[in-house]
């Protein structure tokens, strides 16, 4: 009976974060070239682009909400001609992605593609499986939405790679593309669990981190009464502990790049915020 009374106490603070976070996303909201550079707010992947092989150049059009990136000279490029992307999981399992492909109207374009992937720079392109995507001249076809990426793709400090390659030399409309024929895509999101063992609470009280995100040093706001104060990286591995004297604890403690999970006993609950360090 202690042993399960045990178990449920600590359960609820050593769970896997259930919900899915954004870990790399292309969403092109502001027209411009520069939105090929990823835009999502996670620190992981700041500098990674979209990319096109054999085809293009991209350009920006009307995509499925606001923008997207286009390209033509698709033909003849069936196992060939590609987008693709690139990104790392670190901390991250459960990684998926969706994304959005339009064929475009008069000047028809590729009908069918295929999502491939690669965990590293030497490993073999490899099929996603459920990644069959049919284009057409809309934004409701060619979607896939919170497809499963394979375990290569989880936890993975090395590049992953992902490319919609051409699986035909078929047009929408016509017999076989052209080199007018235009293919967009859009909203591409990946996302992932981190792989930690504390719980996502919310968070009661003041606890608070700033600056937040911070490059280094940081002061953790902590209200009265807090018993203890402790500090797990993205892995649940537990990096600093303390019991504080004052309401607001100043860390300078040096902490690597990523995401930190402070973790706050305060008149008997515990609570959680998640710290960034650039």
Same mark, same amino acid.
Request: net charge positive; hydrophobic share 40%.
């Given at each position: 009976?202690?042993?399960?009374?045990?178990?449920?106490?600590? =359960? &609820?603070?050593?769970?896997?974060? %259930? !919900?899915?976070?954004?870990?790399?996303? #292309?969403?092109?909201?502001? $027209?411009?070239?520069?939105?090929?550079?990823?835009?999502?707010?996670?620190?992981?992947?700041?500098?990674?682009?979209?990319?096109?092989?054999?085809?293009?150049?991209?350009?920006?059009?009307?995509?499925?909400?606001?923008?997207?990136?286009?390209?033509?000279?698709?033909?003849?490029?069936?196992?060939?001609?590609?987008?693709?992307?690139?990104?790392?999981?670190?901390?991250?399992?459960?990684?998926?992605?969706?994304?959005?492909?339009?064929?475009?109207?008069?000047?028809?374009?590729?009908?069918?593609?295929?999502?491939?992937?690669?965990?590293?720079?030497?490993?073999?392109?490899?099929?996603?499986?459920?990644?069959?995507?049919?284009?057409?001249?809309?934004?409701?076809?060619?979607?896939?939405?919170?497809?499963? =990426? &394979?375990?290569?793709?989880?936890? %993975? !400090?090395?590049?992953?790679?992902?490319? #919609?390659?051409?699986?035909? $030399?078929?047009?929408?409309?016509?017999?076989?593309?052209?080199?007018?024929?235009?293919?967009?895509?859009?909203?591409?999101?990946?996302?992932?669990?981190?792989?930690?063992?504390?719980?996502?609470?919310?968070?009661?009280?003041?606890?608070?981190?700033?600056?937040?995100?911070?490059?280094?040093?940081?002061?953790?706001?902590?209200?009265?009464?807090?018993?203890?104060?402790?500090?797990?990286?993205?892995?649940?591995?537990?990096?600093?502990?303390?019991?504080?004297?004052?309401?607001?604890?100043?860390?300078?403690?040096?902490?690597?790049?990523?995401?930190?999970?402070?973790?706050?006993?305060?008149?008997?609950?515990?609570?959680?915020?998640?710290?960034?360090?650039?």
């Amino acid at each position: 009976m202690k042993k399960l009374l045990l178990l449920a106490f600590l =359960l &609820p603070l050593f769970l896997f974060v %259930q !919900a899915q976070e954004e870990i790399v996303k #292309w969403t092109f909201p502001n $027209n411009k070239l520069s939105d090929t550079v990823q835009n999502s707010a996670n620190t992981l992947n700041l500098s990674q682009v979209l990319r096109i092989e054999g085809a293009g150049p991209i350009v920006m059009k009307n995509g499925a909400t606001d923008f997207a990136a286009q390209a033509t000279n698709w033909d003849n490029g069936m196992d060939v001609k590609n987008w693709n992307i690139r990104f790392v999981t670190t901390g991250y399992d459960h990684v998926k992605i969706s994304s959005k492909q339009q064929a475009g109207g008069t000047n028809g374009g590729p009908k069918d593609f295929k999502l491939q992937y690669k965990a590293g720079s030497t490993s073999t392109w490899t099929d996603v499986p459920g990644g069959t995507i049919t284009s057409a001249n809309n934004w409701t076809t060619g979607v896939i939405s919170n497809l499963d =990426l &394979p375990a290569d793709c989880q936890n %993975q !400090a090395n590049l992953v790679y992902i490319r #919609w390659i051409m699986a035909s $030399n078929n047009d929408i409309s016509l017999p076989a593309i052209t080199a007018a024929g235009i293919s967009k895509i859009d909203d591409i999101i990946v996302t992932g669990m981190l792989m930690t063992g504390l719980a996502d609470q919310k968070t009661t009280g003041k606890l608070s981190t700033f600056p937040n995100p911070s490059t280094s040093s940081f002061s953790i706001t902590i209200g009265k009464e807090t018993a203890q104060i402790e500090i797990y990286n993205s892995n649940g591995q537990l990096v600093y502990k303390t019991i504080p004297e004052n309401e607001i604890l100043s860390l300078d403690k040096p902490l690597p790049a990523g995401l930190y999970f402070i973790k706050a006993t305060q008149n008997g609950k515990v609570n959680l915020v998640k710290h960034i360090v650039k």
